[in-house]
Structures are given as C-alpha cells and as structure tokens.
C-alpha cells in the first residue's frame, strides 16, 4: 500500500513538468507575398494560409471582387487594397509596391506553397539574403480529375526575388520577370501545388482570355508568318503539350487538355489575323457593329 501511495501521490506541478512543451512554430522569412485577386473566393483562404507558413506578410491587390475575396483574405491573414487593373504586369508592380519587405514571393489566387517549399523558403533566409537575388520554383498542376501531375508538364517560374535588383515589368500583358543574361538564379526544393482550372469549360475561357491580351499586346507578326500559322500550327501546338510536355500520361483527359492547349494558342495567330484584315480595310460592309 506505502508503494501504491508513492507511485500515485504526484503534485499537479509534477505533472506540470512532465507534460511535453508545445513546439512553437518556425519563424517566417523576412518575405512579402503578393497576389492579385479578383472575385477569387474558391481558394483564397488556402493560398494566404499556405503562404504565411514561409512569409511574414501577405499582400493582396484587388481589382474589384464582388464575391467575397476580399473578406476571406483579411480574416486568414492577408492585408487588402483595392487596386483598379492595370494590366498583368502593372498589378503586380502595384503590388511590389506595397509590400514592407525587399524580398518578394509572387503568387496567383490558385497557387499553394506546399509544406516541402515552405520549409526551403524559410531555410533560404537562415544565415541573411541569400546569394541568388531571383530564386525558381517548380509548379505542378493539380487537376480537378485524376492524379497531381507530379513528374510531368512542369514549369519552372523566377517567383521569389529582391525588388532593389530586379522588378516586375509594368506591361499590359508580360508579367514575368526579364532576367539578365548573367544574373545568378536559384532552384528552391519543394513545388507550388497549382490548381490553375476548375473543369474543361475554365481552361477555354482562360486561354479565350489570354490569347485575346497576348494578341493585342504583343508585336504583331507579318501576314504571311500569321496565315502560315492559322493554316498549319495546330498539329504542331497540340504534340508539344502532349509528347514534349507529357500529357499523353494523364490519359483521355490529358489527351483532351493538349488540343484545349493547342487551340489556345492557335487563337492568337487567329486574332492577329482580324489584325490584319482590319487594317487591310476588309470589313464586311453589310456587318453591323455595336
């Protein structure tokens, strides 16, 4: 009974003491992150909240939300200012604009920091700046249907760097960044889960979109180069996603998405040929416009 009465007579402070301390969580980098947003409630909350895994400051830069984007962001986290569209380039520059610190990470409204490329990004900053001022990370596409596309068309994108060396451009359509020749650029470990579609219908539009910006804002190619295209390009657009970028192993759908892809960019050769044909003056006179 003495043994009992030892072994069960433990004060609450023992207990106290024995109790496992509570991992505090890892410091965030010196890092801005900035999004540009509008009318992004799908997903949101899930990128801010991924991306404060790594950085201590989240920015969005919003062109008019009437969902409620705006709202979900400044409750996980983000600060919030309106900003009228200035063009895929010139938002972010807006944005770069805004951000308290030097080092800037570059997010879409659909893209997620995994937890791999959170603790590469924290890692980066351990010991100061790192050498690199412009730092690539590696997208992978997640699908509404199927599997993550984990070893195949994947991009690299110059997403995480230092505003005092290099900007975004401040263009209507190019909202990259021009990278020097000699400019030394790290790889960072881990990838941005990207969700970039909801279903088939969403990747037609957004190419629709994007090829209509491309289009207008890029130089405009000769007519001849531009009839060449429209009459032979396609085949050739649909095998570089399909074999080069490898969507033959996402199946039927992959299969699917390579000629949504291959369409994509052949309206762009579509729509510098009514370019041409307006500035040709061969408008029909029977069409009525308004």
């Known amino acids: 009974m003495v043994f009992l009465t030892l072994e069960t007579s433990h004060s609450m402070e023992d207990f106290a003491m024995d109790a496992p301390t509570p991992t505090e969580p890892p410091a965030p980098a010196p890092v801005s992150c900035y999004i540009r947003t509008l009318n992004e409630e799908r997903m949101i909350e899930r990128v801010v909240r ?4 790594c950085v201590d400051e989240v920015v969005i830069v919003d062109s008019g939300s009437t969902d409620r984007t705006k709202e979900i962001a400044t409750a996980a986290g983000a600060t919030v200012y309106d900003q009228p569209w200035l063009g895929n380039g010139g938002q972010k520059r807006a944005a770069e604009e805004h951000a308290r610190n030097d080092w800037l990470l570059d997010l879409d409204a659909d893209e997620i920091v995994t937890p791999e ?5 924290r890692a980066l900053f351990a010991n100061g700046d790192p050498a690199a001022s412009i730092q690539e990370i590696e997208l992978v596409t997640v699908p509404p249907y199927g599997k993550r596309w984990s070893n195949f068309s994947l991009a690299y994108r110059r997403k995480l760097y230092d505003r005092r060396v290099i900007r975004m451009p401040d263009h209507k359509a190019w909202d990259q960044l021009d990278v020097p020749k000699d400019a030394k650029i790290g790889r960072l470990e ?8 909801r279903d088939f219908a969403h990747i037609i539009t957004k190419l629709n979109n994007v090829s209509g910006v491309r289009a207008r804002e890029s130089r405009l190619k000769s007519r001849f180069s531009v009839t060449l295209r429209v009459l032979i390009a396609m085949p050739f657009y649909f095998l570089r996603h399909y074999f080069l970028r490898g969507l033959w192993r996402a199946g039927l ?27 040709e003056g061969k408008a029909c006179p029977d069409y009525e416009t308004g």
Request: proline fraction near 0%.
């Open 117 to 121: 490329l959170a603790a590469s990004i």
């Open 253 to 279: 759908y992959g299969f699917s998405i390579a000629w949504a892809a291959a369409i994509g960019r052949w309206l762009r050769d579509v729509k510098m040929l009514e370019m041409h044909l307006k500035a």
């Open 190 to 197: 881990g990838a941005l889960d990207h969700h970039s579609f």
């Open 50 to 53: 991924a991306a404060l895994q």
